[in-house]
T-cell receptor, first 111, second 115 residues
Framework: GENVEQHPSTLSVQEGDSAVIKCTYSDSASNYFPWYKQELGKGPQLIIDIRSNVGEKKDQRIAVTLNKTAKHFSLHITETQPEDSAVYFCAASIVDYKLSFGAGTTVTVRA | SAVISQKPSRDICQRGTSLTIQCQVDSQVTMMFWYRQQPGQSLTLIATANQGSEATYESGFVIDKFPISRPNLTFSTLTVSNMSPEDSSIYLC????????????FGSGTRLTVV
């Protein structure tokens, strides 16, 4: 099955700086790559996603890049704010809709 | 996006007992999923809840331990049976969006502690 690795496990950044989280996947058939943000006591929330026919996608301060050849994708958060502090999960999916999640990255934005 | 109500939000249960978790969606959805998130860990898919047929379980999860019902397109239950402390986790319901394949929404989860 699909194996998704996520790095780093923890990330501390100064407010206003950028944060980058990287994921790799094993199954070349994967074609959908969402990113979720989970705040304490809440369920994961989809923040951005990308499909295999696109190399980059941006939504305000958040961007995701995908390198299908290398089988890795990354989340970029610019101009970080305290409310960006949360656990972020990457995931990958093949056509049968099953999401395989990375281990998660705890992001702390220091004021 | 779909709004998911999951109940209970948390519970403390005695070992050997069972707990049924409910997931109610405000619109009809094709696919519903149940995940487990152990403390400080990632999400692991337990099963896909199929309307009108038996759930499809992932490796390591069995129907006797995690029976699932899906009586219609807006509701599902997950039962955690004969609980042990190792079952202490957050259990999450997730649904797809019929007009946006792969766009899963998650409920807020049920935080289960088994003592």
């Amino acid at each position: 099955g699909e194996n998704v690795e996520q790095h780093p496990s923890t990330l501390s950044v100064q407010e206003g700086d950028s944060a980058v989280i990287k994921c790799t996947y094993s199954d070349s058939a994967s074609n959908y790559f969402p990113w979720y943000k989970q705040e304490l006591g809440k369920g994961p929330q989809l923040i951005i996603d990308i499909r295999s026919n696109v190399g980059e996608k941006k939504d305000q301060r958040i961007a995701v890049t995908l390198n299908k050849t290398a089988k890795h994708f990354s989340l970029h958060i610019t101009e970080t704010q305290p409310e960006d502090s949360a656990v972020y999960f990457c995931a990958a999916s093949i056509v049968d809709y099953k999401l395989s999640f990375g281990a998660g990255t705890t992001v702390t934005v220091r004021a | 996006s779909a709004v998911i109500s999951q109940k209970p939000s948390r519970d403390i249960c005695q070992r050997g007992t069972s707990l049924t978790i409910q997931c109610q969606v405000d619109s009809q959805v094709t696919m519903m999923f149940w995940y487990r998130q152990q403390p400080g860990q990632s999400l692991t898919l337990i099963a896909t809840a199929n309307q009108g047929s038996e759930a499809t379980y992932e490796s390591g999860f069995v129907i006797d331990k995690f029976p699932i019902s899906r009586p219609n397109l807006t509701f599902s239950t997950l039962t955690v049976s004969n609980m042990s402390p190792e079952d202490s986790s957050i259990y999450l319901c997730s649904v797809d969006h019929s007009n946006k394949p792969y766009g899963y929404t998650f409920g807020s989860g049920t935080r289960l502690t088994v003592v």
